[in-house]
């Protein structure tokens, strides 16, 4: 693909140590002054996404083979104000060649790109580009969750800064604790790890549909028996004996990332889309849908468990053939937007509740990925 010509110039502008969009970016971070106007608060957080007026500028992306899945999940990552503060302070190559392969650097000059341009939609070839040097390739159907997982890692691996891994690391990640115990000799072992995704199951264990978000995050956190050829090894009894596994959720970031397993794997290894109807809602408080048992957390922690949808990449179509787009809300207008390839309209709630599901509509839209924002402190 042709390297767009103004490269050079614009790295330059990259690199000035603090941008007037950097500063409102801090700005809007350190929770502006709450008497404020809301018309004052509408032209900082524009300036952060360099659009006047969201409805006539919004920017889409062009389609450059198969790239929908690619498309949507850049949109969440664009949209997201704290992402990009991050992503403007980043570390930028010093050489053409490693500018070329650097997807943090490759992801900011799509944004400036957008954010400058006139036109409906930018084409995002030379992030394509980049990306196709780590095996994520055109023409290919991918799996958002995966997707989402893949540029997250590379942002993670090629930031230089420590303190922006961090961030990112901040924003992104859910820390839980893993309990393993042997039903015989009671002896427990415990683990913290961290994921990028809360991976809901749609069916309890049984293939029973589970019908609401909550149902699915109560079910996630309930314990598991592991019995018969599911038995784990004690070394206190010597033996293969019963475990109960469960997992206890002991932090969640500023950004609450929930993939719906609405691919299902059969028996035979044919997957399957499960399109039945499953509500979530506009405003989730975690710690009020979990138990205490299914939480390892202080109260003030799960005080902050109070998030606002904030997008949702949706999948239409079969597993063998289909098309991403994203619902989005905009942080500067509170408003509903659909980003779907190049063409981006302003929706409404109804319309993003068109992908909860319907078990008779297999092929239409469903929510995959929810993108959840954590409320201000009133």
């Known amino acids: 693909m042709e390297q767009r010509s103004g490269r050079q110039e614009r790295s330059k502008e990259l690199e000035l140590p603090v941008s007037e969009t950097m500063k409102a970016e801090e700005e809007v971070q350190n929770n502006e002054e709450e008497d404020e106007e809301p018309k004052a608060k509408d032209q900082k957080l524009t300036s952060v996404f360099g659009v006047a007026d969201l409805k006539n500028r919004a920017i889409g992306l062009y389609n450059v083979g198969l790239s ?44 400036e790109m957008m954010q400058r341009g006139k036109q409906k939609a930018v084409y995002p070839s030379d992030l394509v580009c980049c990306l196709s040097a780590y095996k994520v390739k055109l023409f290919v159907q991918h799996d958002a969750a995966q997707l989402f997982l893949t540029l997250w890692n590379l942002l993670k691996k090629q930031m230089k800064k420590p303190e922006l891994v961090e961030e990112l690391r901040d924003l992104y990640t859910i820390c839980v604790q893993q309990h393993l115990a042997c039903q015989k000799c009671y002896s427990e072992t415990k683990r913290n790890s961290s994921m990028l995704t809360l991976p809901l199951p749609v069916l309890d264990s049984n293939s029973h549909i589970l019908k609401t978000l909550e149902d699915c995050l109560r079910y996630f956190f309930d314990p598991e028996e592991l019995t018969d050829h599911n038995m784990c090894f004690c070394e206190q009894c010597g033996k293969k004996t019963p475990f109960l596994q469960s997992m206890k959720l002991v932090h969640l970031p500023q950004t609450l990332t929930i993939h719906l ?12 889309k499960l399109s039945h109807y499953l509500p979530f809602p506009q405003e989730l408080d975690v710690s009020a849908v979990l138990t205490e048992n299914q939480c390892q957390a202080d109260d003030s922690e799960k005080a902050a468990w109070k998030y606002e949808l904030f997008g949702v990449v949706a999948h239409s179509g079969s597993t063998s053939y289909g098309h991403y787009c994203a619902y989005i809300r905009s942080l500067t207008e509170r408003k509903w937007y659909c980003f779907n390839d190049s063409e981006v309209r302003q929706v409404s709630w109804d319309d993003v509740k068109c992908t909860y599901g319907h078990s008779k509509l297999h092929w239409g839209q469903t929510a995959y990925l929810l993108f959840y924002m954590k409320k201000r402190p009133q």
Do not use: D, G, W
């Not at 498309?71 to 664009?78: D, E």
């Open 261 to 272: 397993k609405r691919f299902c794997f059969e028996q035979s290894a044919y997957i399957h």
């Open 68 to 111: 929908c899945c690619l498309n949507s999940v850049l949109q969440v990552f664009f949209m997201n104000l704290h992402f990009t503060a991050i992503l403007r302070r980043i570390i930028v190559p010093a050489h053409p060649a490693q500018k070329r392969i650097s997807v943090p650097y490759q992801m900011l000059l799509l944004l």
